[in-house]
């Protein structure tokens, strides 16, 4: 049985299954832990394009293979194209909620300071337009959270704070090359960043999950989504 995490039933008003799951436990049934046969098994040292090809959704895999192909396209620096290519990571298959600072805490061990920096701040700068690069404040917002919508004091904090600072182009990069919705009729391997991946992430030779690093629960937890401990 797939017991789902607290985090995404809280305030939805779904019942509690929890003691009811706790009931059905006996001999044939128990609770998964480990492989998910639903899903394909990753390698034992898996790398960062295994996590694209084998755990991120379909959506946001997409999404960031198709804004890293813009910024390479247009001749962007690496370091642009592989942060458009990590930006949303999180929301591959980890958390939404404030998923620049998740993204940045995954990658911060594997990549450089100044591209964990852009992927933690775009998540501040995409609230905000900056006419000097042409990057307006995206009509799909006004879609996703109404015309009204503010975003937190800790969001505007954040905004300022990396306006100011010298990586603030790297991040609002990230921004202007950010689809906000994605072409259906474009398929882009993850094999085309090959090298850009091997020239700027350090791939550990445990594979991520297995390094010890203070991150390698988070990339265990994609390995096995479903696990209840």
């Given at each position: 049985m797939i017991l789902p995490h607290p985090v995404s039933l809280l305030g939805t008003g779904q019942p509690d299954i929890e003691t009811e799951m706790m009931?059905?436990?006996?001999?044939?049934?128990?609770?998964?832990?480990g492989d998910n046969p639903a899903l394909s098994k990753m390698p034992?040292?898996?790398?960062?394009?295994?996590?694209?090809?084998?755990?991120?959704?379909?959506?946001?895999?997409?999404?960031?293979?198709?804004?890293?192909?813009?910024?390479?396209?247009?001749?962007?620096?690496?370091?642009?194209?592989?942060?458009?290519l990590l930006h949303d990571i999180a929301n591959g298959a980890l958390i939404r909620v404030d998923h620049g600072y998740w993204g940045a805490q995954l990658i911060e061990p594997?990549?450089?300071?100044?591209?964990?920096?852009?992927?933690?701040?775009?998540?501040?700068?995409?609230?905000?337009?900056?006419?000097?690069?042409?990057?307006a404040y995206p009509e799909a917002y006004i879609k996703f959270f109404g015309p009204?919508?503010?975003?937190?004091?800790?969001?505007?904090?954040?905004y300022t704070q990396a306006r100011q600072h010298r990586w603030y182009m790297t991040s609002r990069l990230i921004t202007l090359n950010d689809l906000y919705s994605f072409d259906p009729t474009?398929?882009?391997?993850?094999?085309?960043?090959?090298?850009?991946?091997?020239?700027?992430?350090?791939q550990p030779r445990?594979?991520?999950?297995?390094?010890?690093?203070?991150?390698?629960?988070?990339?265990?937890?994609?390995?096995?989504p479903n696990n209840l401990l």
């Open positions: 009931g059905q436990l006996g001999p044939g049934t128990i609770f998964m832990m034992e040292k898996p790398t960062l394009l295994d996590f694209f090809r084998q755990r991120f959704s379909p959506f946001t895999r997409n999404h960031l293979l198709q804004s890293a192909m813009v910024a390479l396209k247009t001749g962007m620096e690496e370091k642009v194209v592989l942060a458009c594997y990549v450089s300071e100044e591209i964990s920096w852009a992927v933690r701040n775009h998540q501040a700068l995409r609230f905000f337009a900056d006419e000097s690069v042409g990057y009204d919508y503010q975003p937190s004091e800790y969001v505007k904090e954040a474009v398929t882009v391997e993850p094999e085309l960043f090959t090298d850009i991946v091997g020239r700027h992430f350090k445990e594979g991520l999950g297995f390094d010890g690093s203070a991150v390698a629960h988070m990339w265990r937890t994609m390995i096995w």
